[in-house]
């Protein structure tokens, strides 16, 4: 089931999503002092275009400097991925077929605007369950 609902998740929003956070990621490593925020987008750029059967976790080691990434990360590119969620989340629950990929695109809202801190895991890993 994971891999029907990845497959029709890439076609409907997964691809573009993905290329959004590349162009991010690109920019923000273009830019030399915003390297660690062009990384993080490419990491999720990736749990973007494929996100059944993983998970984001919080990483026990983040702490202040962590937050106020976040906030540099909110400036510079979180606030338009978390739009780009939420105007596909609302474009994909249009249709009955698409309120789990609807729903799948907002729980991807909060990593969207806070990704330092956090890590993608699969979801059947120990990590996961906690």
């Known amino acids: 089931m994971r891999t029907l609902l990845n497959v029709i998740w890439l076609v409907l929003s997964g691809f573009w999503m993905f290329l959004g956070y590349m162009l991010a990621g690109v920019v923000l490593c273009i830019l030399i002092l915003t390297i660690p925020w062009g990384i993080a987008s490419f990491r999720i750029g990736v ?4 996100p059944f059967g993983q998970t984001v976790v919080s990483k026990p080691t983040a702490g202040v400097g962590s937050f106020l990434g976040n906030v540099v990360w909110i400036i510079l590119a979180g606030w338009w ?3 780009g969620h939420i105007g596909t989340g609302i474009a994909m629950c249009i249709t009955i077929i698409g309120i789990p990929l609807g729903i799948a695109s907002f729980k991807m809202v909060p990593v969207s605007l806070a990704p ?5 895991v699969p979801s059947d890993s120990i990590r996961a369950q906690y």
């Open 116 to 120: 330092l801190g956090k890590e993608i």
């Open 47 to 50: 749990y973007a275009l494929w």
């Open 81 to 83: 991925l978390a739009l």
